[in-house]
């Protein structure tokens, strides 16, 4: 019986397969799109050279700057007042001395109170055993 489910299983993969196959081949391709031309011409050093200089037939040589406008005032709005600069701040006074410090009051310190949990703990690990002597067993 499992060899008919094997059977089944591999016919019906490779159909599966067989039609994906098709599915893919069956599809038309995206055309490209067209690449922008770009026009270029090839110039010598020399032309090169001349372009940066400028034209030497214009009759103008010299560019001249464009005159500046001066801002239009409204009749409505007034030149602004300027505000008065701060007064500098009076001459400081000598600062006050600062107090000495006062020294801390020495309070006598009580040991703290035996802790019997540590005690146990202490009592309760025991001793770690000596190493055999290596003699003695020789002997």
Do not use: C, Y
């Not at 094997?6 to 067209?34: Q, R, T």
């Not at 034209?55 to 239009?72: F, M």
């Amino acid at each position: 019986m499992q060899a008919f489910g094997l059977i089944v299983s591999v016919v019906f993969h490779g159909a599966l397969l067989m039609w994906a196959a098709l599915e893919i081949l069956g599809v038309d391709k995206l055309p490209n799109p067209a690449a922008p031309t770009i026009e270029a011409e090839i110039i010598t050093l020399s032309e090169f050279t001349n372009l940066k200089k400028g034209d030497p037939e214009s009759k103008q040589l010299e560019a001249k700057a464009a005159p500046e406008k001066e801002p239009q005032i409204s009749k409505k709005e007034a030149p602004k007042a300027k505000p008065e600069p701060p007064k500098p701040p009076p001459a400081a006074e000598e600062p006050p001395q600062p107090p000495e410090p006062l020294e801390p009051p020495k309070a006598e310190t009580e040991p703290p109170p035996p802790d019997p949990i540590a005690d146990k703990i202490d009592t309760s690990v025991p001793p770690v055993p000596a190493p055999p002597d290596q003699d003695a067993e020789a002997r």
